[in-house]
């Protein structure tokens, strides 16, 4: 049974399949406003076409501030909402569904992308910003932020409220918050990078609270019939750090909060020894999916025997495929041939006739 074409249903959501793209931040916003381009609609487009389930757009800033570099898409303001529009009618278009990553990057703002000639924080003369965390305590090779007030967090569970409606009005089907790889809420989640005395901080409540009230704001306006999901690192990888065992107490209470899955990744906020093996972050998603809490599995899945193994085995009800993507957007029609099943893969009407299994035609015209 090649179940990793089954259709997932969450909420009044049907996903055709249960292979998602994961975010991955294109850095293509050349003009630093924010506001998706053609890239964006070629690059989702693209994955769209060739077969995903679900397209989850990258890290997207909810403020200006929350951006990772200044070349970040946001949706903080209506051209942006605007321009999303056009990428997710055409995901739509390719009977894939959509999401958007939301994410305020908190210490880890602010910086160079990967390809700029300089690396780091950029400095304001080069159009970056101060940043905030829970604690004045910097990423290793990043600027110190400034500790974050009170208002700062109101300023920022309000931007996560505002960029939910416009990710309703582009559209888009699922939101993912980004609790993940060491940005602002995963910063708060940690004893490494929260040191925090007021309610903000200490014990697992008060690192888990911001992650809560964005949690609980934005599912009071996206709407009910729509999924939402949370992005976690389930481990830092570090004694001290955050932990399988924290992870699987979130995820019962992220239930309760109504979260309808998470996507279960690991690291990014202290550096560390970090397995390198394929599917090693799949039992971090098999731990979150015992409490009940379904769950992607993301990380090093490359080959469709294996991502259909991880469903197989119980691990998750989906998978994420990032990289392998990157170089192969029609990952999931080769993977249903190799499956066995090529019919069950979703193609356009103009490439019917390239699909798996490859067949050579005569006359080619
Ligand atoms: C170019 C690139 C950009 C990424 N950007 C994001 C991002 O915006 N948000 C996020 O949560 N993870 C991001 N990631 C991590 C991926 O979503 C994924 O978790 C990771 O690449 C592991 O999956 P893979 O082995 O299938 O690539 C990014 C990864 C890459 C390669």
Redesign the pocket.
């Known amino acids: 049974m090649t179940s990793l074409f089954d259709p997932l249903t969450l909420r009044d959501l049907t996903i055709p399949n249960r292979i998602f793209l ?4 294109q850095y293509q916003c050349e003009a630093r406003d924010g506001v998706p381009t053609d890239w964006h609609l070629v690059h989702y487009g693209a994955r769209a076409t060739g077969g995903f389930g679900l397209v989850i757009a ?2 997207t800033g909810v403020l200006p501030e929350g951006r990772i570099t200044p070349w970040c898409t946001g949706l903080w303001n209506d051209t942006q909402r605007d321009a999303w529009r056009r990428v997710v009618d055409f995901v739509h278009a390719q009977g894939a569904t959509m999401g958007i ?1 939301l ?1 305020h990057a908190g210490r880890k703002a602010s910086t160079y992308r ?1 390809w700029s000639e300089r690396s780091g924080s950029v400095p304001p003369e080069d159009g970056g910003w101060e940043t905030v965390g829970p604690s004045a305590i910097p990423f290793p090779g990043l600027a110190t932020p400034r500790e974050a007030t009170r208002d700062d967090l109101a300023t920022v569970v309000a931007g996560f409220v505002e960029a939910a409606r416009r990710a309703d009005q582009a559209g888009f089907d699922v939101i993912e918050l ?1 609790g ?2 060491g940005y602002l809420i995963s910063e708060f989640l940690s004893p490494f990078s929260n040191h925090r005395t007021d309610d903000y901080g200490g014990d697992f409540a008060g690192r888990t609270r911001l992650l809560l009230e964005v949690v609980d704001a934005v599912r009071a306006v996206w709407p009910a019939s729509k999924p939402l999901f949370v ?1 976690i690192s389930a481990t830092e990888w570090l004694d001290g750090g955050w932990t399988v065992e924290d992870t699987v107490q979130l995820a019962t209470e992220l239930q309760q909060h109504g979260v309808d899955l998470m996507d279960v ?1 690991s690291g990014g906020n202290v550096l560390a020894k970090i397995p390198t093996e394929t599917l090693y972050q799949v039992p971090l998603a098999r731990a979150v999916r015992e409490t009940g809490m379904p769950a992607a599995a ?5 080959d469709p025997a294996q991502a259909q193994g991880v469903l197989d085995d119980g691990s998750a009800d989906a998978v ?5 993507a ?1 170089r192969e957007p029609s990952w999931p029609q080769r993977a249903a041939a190799e499956l066995g099943d090529p019919d069950l893969a979703r193609y356009p009407h103009s490439y019917l006739r390239g699909r798996w299994p490859a067949v050579v035609e005569q006359p080619e015209r």
Do not use: F, K, W
């Open positions: 994961p975010p991955m931040c990258e890290a990553q994410a990967d980004h993940a790889h992005r990744s993301v990380g090093r899945i490359t994420l495929i990032g990289r392998a990157l």
